[in-house]
């Protein structure tokens, strides 16, 4: 099965197309980044327009690189959820209208599931069961994958996700939009323990996440600290390993509650060198790391592709040749096969 999938869940287009025989075939992205930093942040209405304007120009080079055409792609994996609404809807649409015209079948996806599953691309690829952190900037959730579909969420933020979180403290500090690999970038020249910031309900049972007290904690420091690029970068330091370490330790619970050795890490903040570095560590207590490659580590189209092709290999879906379009902004990764 030949699988064209579109992500439009942001603020990146990403186009790819998967065999099921033969892997990915190619994948292309392109970023919004120069668009939102001037706002310093994504403004939904311009992600939607500007998807508009590059969906079918990516989707034409996509299958010049992948050496086909679109009458030999046997269905399209769009993302339906979450995300924002107006660019759901971009990729939503003409996907569905692009399988009326081929009369071939249209699955929307889950776009955490997707990103879940993105370490299935690379050659190390892990076994179910095992766990997943998913961190970037809209979710930050461990979670336990039993099998293909079958998804329980052991713990998640009862605020901000991490990544939010890195942007927000980014944006105290004056740094430029994209915050988080702002911040991560500003922090490689801090002073490591100058400043202590707490690691928030580690002290605590169960496996949720807090990070909006931090942001707090980071602004209380700048305040009561000389304004000066030493500061912010220590602060940037501080707050950094505040939450890898957070991270970390809510990880190795939740292996040794199910008594797992394989956890995947994906989202945006998994491409984070210092969390990378410090899970490295659990490596050696004979747990495994699996990560998506870097450049599937933010939002793109081969996640959605491979994720399509599986659900409708396994025919996880009521209707193939149903063209309804249906977006959900709010879609829990355990409600996926009850929307």
């Given amino acids: 099965m030949r699988v064209l999938g579109i992500e439009t869940s942001c603020d990146e287009t990403g186009i790819a197309i998967y065999d099921s025989n033969q892997g990915l075939l190619a994948h292309k992205l392109y970023s919004q980044i120069q668009l939102h930093a001037q ?7 311009l992600a939607s327009r500007d998807h508009i304007q590059k969906i079918i120009p990516l989707i034409k080079e996509t299958l010049t690189t992948a050496k086909t055409t679109l009458q030999d792609i046997n269905a399209i994996a769009y993302t339906a959820g979450p995300g924002l609404v107006g660019a759901l809807l ?3 649409v003409l996907g569905a209208s692009l399988g009326l015209a081929l009369n071939i079948p249209t699955i929307g996806v889950h ?3 997707s990103h879940l599953l993105a370490s299935m691309l690379e050659e190390n690829r892990p076994n ?5 952190l998913l961190v970037s900037g809209g979710h930050t959730m461990l979670v336990l994958a039993q099998k293909f579909g079958s998804y329980e969420i052991l713990g998640e933020s009862v605020d901000d996700a991490a990544g939010e979180a890195f942007d927000k403290v980014a944006k105290m500090l004056n740094l430029a939009y994209p915050g988080g690999p702002a911040l991560a970038k500003l922090a490689e020249r801090g002073t490591p323990q100058r400043f202590n910031f707490p690691r928030p309900m580690v002290n605590r049972a169960g496996l949720d996440f807090s990070f909006s007290g931090l942001k707090t904690f980071a602004l209380n420091t700048l305040h009561e600290n000389e304004d000066n690029d030493q500061t912010r970068s220590d602060i940037a330091w501080a707050f950094q390993d505040a939450v890898t370490d957070t ?8 292996l040794k509650e199910t008594n797992l050795n394989q956890l995947v890490i994906a989202g945006g903040v998994s491409a984070n060198k210092t969390l990378r570095s410090k899970l490295s560590i659990l490596e050696q207590q004979n747990i495994k790391i699996f990560y998506p490659r870097l450049e599937f ?7 959605v592709a491979y994720t399509g092709c599986q659900r409708l290999l396994s025919q996880q879906q ?3 040749l149903s063209y309804e379009v249906k977006v959900s902004p709010r879609w829990a990764i355990t409600e996926i096969d009850k929307r």
């Fill in 297 to 303: 580590c933010t939002d793109n189209g081969a996640m």
């Fill in 90 to 92: 971009v990729g939503s």
């Fill in 111 to 113: 776009h955490m599931e």
């Fill in 247 to 254: 991270l970390i330790i809510k990880c190795k619970r939740a």
């Fill in 39 to 45: 706002f310093g942040g994504v403004v939904p209405e």
């Fill in 318 to 320: 009521h209707s193939t």
């Fill in 128 to 132: 179910f069961p095992f766990i997943a």
